[in-house]
């Protein structure tokens, strides 16, 4: 039966779930929106075993300010056994960077509440 096992609450995950950045390509700047009830979305960006990668966070809409964060951009950067950092209310003041060089980045978008969201990423890559 068509859309089986699928649930009609959450929603599908936009974009293509790993970004591979190289020389050629440095730079990558994406809008990511969700129109749904429930959603938790990751996607991981790579880059080759030289670089460090930068993520800048510049624009988050629909994701409530509320002390506990429940729908929150996450942005998982160092160590990967830890939460990275959730942003909800403000955005990052700069360009987060990985701490060794050949790492890669989790991005984590969570919602628990209908409505409309949005997230504006840059990604670039540096030795």
């Known amino acids: 039966m068509e859309g089986e096992g699928k649930n009609p609450l959450y929603a599908e995950c936009p974009g293509e779930p790993n970004i591979l950045l190289t020389p050629d390509t440095p730079e990558k700047e994406e809008i990511r929106w969700f129109n749904a009830s429930k959603f938790t979305c990751y996607w991981r960006i790579q880059a080759p075993a030289?670089?460090?990668?930068?993520?800048?966070?510049?624009?988050?809409?629909?994701?409530k300010c509320e002390q506990s964060c429940y729908s929150f951009v996450e942005i998982k950067y160092g160590n990967m056994?830890?939460?990275?950092?959730?942003?909800?209310?403000?955005?990052?003041?700069?360009?987060l960077y990985t701490e060794v060089v050949g790492h890669e980045v989790i991005i984590i978008t969570h919602g628990y509440k209908p409505g409309n969201y949005s997230v504006n990423l840059s990604y670039s890559i540096t030795k």
């Open 50 to 63: 030289d670089h460090y990668i930068g993520v800048n966070l510049t624009n988050m809409e629909g994701f």
């Open 81 to 95: 056994a830890n939460s990275g950092p959730r942003f909800c209310c403000d955005l990052p003041k700069e360009t």
